[in-house]
């Protein structure tokens, strides 16, 4: 279709008609139309029409479109904001010049809307960039720079980050920091958290929940005392999040226990198991048990062959492959034969296999 009637089809007072132009557009996008898209996009009374507008618009070559758009982030329209961060970011490269110099813009809104785009470019060239976004005046801007450094993995930013947690007084801005250092933390970021929240008892509710997800990622044993207060004062609101901390220290340092250590952990581990939690953590916190071990767990584990619930015997099973004990396997053989549930019987057989102990004869 020629350019002077697709014109006159997005010029026209009919919606479907307009609609007609915008798919012709998209056919062959070139840069006469630029105006008239962006056009429909602030002012259409329709927004089927506002937002083929903007779908087509991410189909365009940049150099069209960086200088027409960069101005529309200043926009009174929430919709018109969104629409230029959204077309800005579909591209990779070619906005980071303009939107780096907006993070320095006057309006603080701006430069939210500038290291949002920024952000949505998933380009790692853009990590330097919002990085500047930690020396915004405006909190809520270092809150989204902080964010976006730690979903990008901006590694190098850790220690700047650090420095703004033990600074910050705002709980959004404590939750963020606990966040991205969760992800992209080092040493300095656990002597910070230390420092910050050294009395677990005065940790807002709200921020608890950062607070134990950093040290699910990046706690050490230095932090069981903490732990240990947590599950005495709010455990019975944070369970599952104190079962992710177990884990985590149990993966990453199970090797630097000391006796002392494996008592008090496993004292934690059992308080939870008779806490008021889902029966899919009581399965989990019999195979963390299981990776400490002890004659004490094994009997634990046995005992729990004979629970009622179903995740209950699952994690006894599995806790029991773990240790790998002769009673343990014996007990397994016999489960596999006399427990009702089929489904748990066949477990049961195949963990028996994987350990090459086969069932007595006439098991399934």
Known sequence: MEIKSILQLLASDDELSRLKGIEEVQREP??????????????????????????????????FLVPRLIPLLESDDVFVRNAAVTVLSAHFEAPLKELARLVNHPNKHVRKLALDALFQTRNPLAVDIIARGLQDPDVNNVIAAVEY?????????????????????????????LEALARIGNRNSTAVVQRKFADPRDINCFVLFSYLRFLSEKGDLS?????????????????????????????RHRKDFSDEDVQRVKTLLKKLLVSALPSSNRYELLVL??????????????????????????????GLAKLRTPEGIEKLREFAVREESRELREIAAE??????????????
């Open 30 to 63: 070139k840069e006469t139309f630029v105006e008239v898209l962006v056009d429909l996009l602030q002012h259409d009374p329709s927004q089927i029409v506002r937002e083929a507008a903007l779908e087509t618009l991410k189909c365009y070559p940049t150099s």
């Open 149 to 177: 450094l730690g979903k990008m993995e901006g590694f190098r930013f850790a220690d700047a980050i650090n420095d703004i947690l033990e600074r910050a007084e705002d709980p959004f801005l404590m939750c963020t920091c």
């Open 223 to 251: 932090f069981l005392p903490q732990i240990e207060a947590i599950f005495e004062g709010q455990g019975n609101i944070a369970g599952k999040e104190l079962i992710d901390v177990l884990k985590g220290l149990i993966s």
């Open 289 to 318: 048990l299981a990776e400490i071990g002890g004659e004490d767990v094994e009997k634990l584990l046995l005992a729990h062959l004979s629970h009622p619930n179903f995740f209950a015997k699952l994690g006894a099973i599995e």
């Open 351 to 364: 963990i028996l296999r994987d350990l090459e102990a086969p069932l007595p004869a006439g098991g399934n």
